[in-house]
């Protein structure tokens, strides 16, 4: 199956559900079918999902391992990563809540599988809802896997990286071997995917009866919620920080970085941007080389603030359109969860519906949401990688100048 038209064969799938479920008759053999082929995709999605994001998070941790003084370079590095990829976070949060217009929408009524309840009793106060975190975050890691604690598995996954970054000899093999099996992990997850239409179909099928005009005007507005909400974040926040701690204008900052960025649209994968990320960085930047062979590939790994922002408004989103109550620790799960999952998604043209996934089974919203949001997400996908790619470049230069000052 071709990669240049596969958004277009998830986009027919989806359609050729909600036609054959409108408009021919209701054979029982038909629902019986595209129900067991619904179950299995979907149980596929999460048998892959939860290793995709532990080995790409833990082997993107383990680059900074790449880093020539891990202890000034990697803290500033980190630092801005995961600063950034906060804001980005809070800021589709913020948005979202505020200017919600979905409140009002006819929840859809679906039988949704006993996967992961997170959402749990609370009386609301700071106290509870920072202890029932940690009592998710902390766990026994082979447990937090089998239960689908998502948080948890994260959580581990963030700190054994930094354990082994800190800890392994410089000749290690284990971090190689580490790469290797995120390697398999990312093939066995093609192997899902390249299944996504099938699924697609599937799973609308199933759904054609609760999908109606009220949802599909929903999805318009979410995408142009997350769009507005990105080019805020890619236009105001981080020329900002560009200008506040790199030295450089809003003007000179895009002038110098149209060639990613325009790839980046072109291309919807940071990864595959990233030779001419690192050419721009070290030729109209200033950014050295060093840094740069660092800080770019990490970034391409772990920096992902578009990613982010979509990940937070849309779980949002379909939480209201799947009657999830949004109390304060299911807001407060969103926020981690989003902002830990983008940090291992796939550098990859639609890379953020794997961590999409994990936010969704955090707060107990079903993987069937998943097709409403492939209806949406492939054009969001390119300006999302835009944003990722100039907050990179944006990241190397704040680096850069922060090394150069100490």
Do not use: C
């Not at 596929?44 to 000034?72: D, T, Y």
């Not at 149209?258 to 001419?276: D, H």
């Not at 079903?366 to 999302?384: C, S």
């Amino acid at each position: 199956m071709s990669s240049k038209y596969f958004a277009l064969y998830v986009l027919a799938g989806a359609l050729l559900g909600l036609l054959v479920a409108n408009f021919l008759p209701n054979w029982a053999w038909l629902n019986e079918s595209t129900l067991i082929v619904k179950t299995v995709y979907l149980n596929a999605l999460k048998m892959v999902v939860v290793p995709l994001i532990f080995f790409s998070l833990l082997s993107g941790v383990l680059n900074l391992r790449k880093s020539h003084n891990l202890s000034q370079v990697g803290g500033y590095t980190l630092g801005y990563y995961f600063s950034t990829t906060a804001i980005a976070t809070l800021i589709g949060l913020t948005i979202v809540l505020i200017f919600n217009p979905w409140t009002d929408v006819t929840p859809i009524k679906i039988d949704i599988q006993n996967d992961v309840a997170f959402i749990t009793e609370n009386d609301g106060s700071l106290k509870s809802v920072v202890l029932k975190l940690l009592d998710k975050m902390l766990v026994n890691p082979f447990s937090a896997l089998s239960d689908y604690n998502i948080l948890g598995v994260l959580t581990f996954a963030i700190l054994f990286g930094l354990a082994l970054t800190t800890s392994l000899p410089a000749d290690s093999q284990l971090p190689s071997f580490i790469e290797q099996l995120s390697g398999a992990i990312y093939q066995l997850t093609s192997w899902v995917i390249r299944l996504l239409p099938i699924g697609i179909f599937a799973i609308t099928f199933q759904l054609a009866n609760s999908i109606s005009l009220e949802t599909l005007t929903a999805l318009g507005e979410l995408a142009v919620v997350v769009f507005l909400a990105t080019l805020f974040h890619g236009l105001l926040i981080l020329p900002l920080i560009a200008w506040l701690f790199g030295g450089i204008g809003p003007l000179k900052l895009f002038t110098n970085i149209i060639q990613p960025l325009v790839t980046a649209l072109s291309t919807s994968s940071s990864a595959a941007t990233l030779p001419i990320s690192m050419d721009t960085a070290q030729k109209k930047l200033g950014v050295s080389r060093e840094i740069s062979s660092v800080i770019l590939p990490l970034g391409a790994t772990i920096n992902m603030d578009g990613t982010a922002l979509f990940e937070g408004i849309a779980a949002v989103f379909l939480a209201q359109m799947f009657g999830i109550p949004l109390d304060p620790i299911t807001i407060t799960t969103i926020f981690l969860v989003a902002m830990m999952a983008s940090i291992g998604a796939p550098g990859v043209p639609s890379g953020s519906m794997a961590g999409m996934q994990l936010v969704l089974l955090s707060i107990g919203i079903p993987l069937e949401a998943i097709a409403l949001l492939l209806m949406i997400e492939r054009p969001l996908d390119t300006f999302r990688t835009a944003v990722n790619v100039e907050g990179d470049l944006v990241g190397s230069l704040f680096v850069s100048k922060q090394a150069q000052d100490k």
